[in-house]
């Protein structure tokens, strides 16, 4: 183990090393973002990435190489999500706290996700999908789930509903899963659904907190009012606590809120990159 990890370690100690020479005006925290956020990808995704292979570019254990950053233009927030690129990933910090206050807008930590990068983590159609699916138990309900089984997602999810499981208040919250995989995109998009993946989970909130933001009539580009109930209510953030301490974020943390979404992002939150945010 240690010594699998030496390539990385390394890589990230040269970039690291280089941005600290620059001088001032030249690309030091760019490089430096880079080496947190590539060596991030490596800790939250052992078994697809190796290695960092240069200041731009991961090596993956089949010997694809990925580019971090492709340099895209600044432009509309629907257009950066839509072209997103793994350092997209990291523009956005997800907020480790509980939410007190409704998100900014266009604030969408984890929604700008490269599509390519989670075509080679979990598949690129629904046959290479299913085949990495597995059946686990969620203890708030007494019943058996789906969910993807690479990179340490399902046995997260497993971990996630054992502890919920020990305090009934709260699982009660999570006791109607809505289902994980379905191979389909994102509702008037292009871009794939976590669901396509399998790496998502969507529960049956209590109808005062079931809410998603184009079901409340919002629309891509304009102000979105955001549901005060799901801001004073202690009980869902504390489910959200337990699934963001296994590497799950929680789709009521963006503007463009769902209330009832969670998905496995480890490189987010959770304790893989927790001490490189």
Not at 216 to 238: E, I, N
Request: net charge positive.
């Amino acid at each position: 183990m240690m010594l699998a990890m030496l390539p990385m370690a390394l890589a990230a100690q040269n970039l690291l090393a280089a941005a600290a020479t620059m001088k001032p005006g030249e690309l030091r925290e760019t490089t430096v973002g880079h080496a947190r956020g590539m060596t991030c990808l490596i800790k939250a995704y052992p078994d697809l990435v190796k290695e960092i292979l240069d200041s731009n570019h991961l090596r993956t254990h089949a010997g694809d190489v990925l580019a971090y950053d492709q340099g895209l233009p600044q432009s509309s927030h629907e257009w950066r999500l839509d072209h997103a690129d793994l350092k997209a990933q990291f523009d956005q910090s997800y907020p480790a706290q509980p939410l007190t206050a409704a998100p900014e807008l266009n604030m969408d930590p984890g929604r700008l996700r490269s599509q390519a990068f989670f075509d080679h983590l979990y598949g690129q159609n629904l046959k290479q999908v299913q085949s990495q699916m597995v059946s686990l138990h969620w203890a708030p309900c007494q019943c058996k789930l789906s969910f993807a089984g690479r990179h340490g997602a399902a046995q997260a999810l497993l971990r996630v509903g054992q502890q919920l499981a020990r305090k009934p208040e709260l699982a009660a919250y999570v006791a109607k899963p809505l289902g994980s995989l379905n191979w389909r995109n994102i509702a008037g998009t292009q871009r794939r659904s976590m669901h396509a993946y399998g790496a998502a989970i969507d529960f049956q909130l209590p109808k005062h907190l079931h809410h998603y933001w184009q079901w409340s009539g919002c629309k891509a580009g304009a102000r979105c009012d955001y549901p005060a109930p799901v801001l004073r209510d202690q009980t869902l953030q504390a489910v959200v606590q337990v699934f963001e301490a296994h590497g799950f974020i929680w789709g009521g943390k963006w503007y463009h809120f769902d209330t009832l979404h969670f998905e496995y992002r480890p490189e987010l939150t959770g304790p893989a990159c927790a001490g490189l945010r």
